[in-house]
C-alpha cells in the first residue's frame, strides 16, 4: 500500500530522536519507560501535524497555534516532573 512503513520503521524519526536527545540527562530522573512515554506525548503534541490540528481544524492563527502547543509542551513536562516528584516522596 501506498504510504506504508516497513516494519519496524516510523515516520518523524527525527522529532523522536530530538525528544530523547533533550531528555537524555533526565532519564535517570524518570526512568525508561516515563521518559519514553514522555517521547511519545511530545511526539504527537508538536510538530507539523499539532500546528494543522490548530489552525485548520480548531481555527487558531499562527500565534495562538504556537502558544498553545508550547502550554501543552509545558504541561507535560511539568506533569511528568510532578510524577517523578510525587514518587520520590
Known amino acids: 500500500?501506498?504510504?506504508q512503513l516497513a516494519a519496524?520503521?516510523?515516520r518523524g524519526g527525527r522529532r523522536v530522536?530530538?525528544?530523547?536527545t533533550a531528555l537524555a540527562d533526565e532519564r535517570r530522573?524518570?526512568?525508561d519507560k516515563a521518559?519514553?512515554?514522555?517521547?511519545?506525548?511530545?511526539s504527537?503534541?508538536?510538530g507539523t501535524d499539532a500546528m494543522i490540528a490548530l489552525l485548520d481544524v480548531a481555527g487558531?492563527?499562527?500565534e495562538i497555534a504556537r502558544a498553545t502547543i508550547a502550554h501543552m509542551v509545558d504541561a507535560l513536562v511539568s506533569g511528568s516532573l510532578g510524577?517523578?516528584?510525587s514518587v520520590d516522596r
Open 1 to 3: 500500500m501506498a504510504g
Open 8 to 10: 519496524g520503521r516510523t
Open 17 to 20: 530522536e530530538m525528544f530523547r
Open 29 to 31: 530522573l524518570f526512568g
Open 35 to 42: 521518559c519514553e512515554q514522555l517521547v511519545r506525548e511530545l
Open 44 to 46: 504527537v503534541a508538536t
Open 60 to 62: 487558531a492563527d499562527r
Open 83 to 85: 510524577k517523578t516528584k
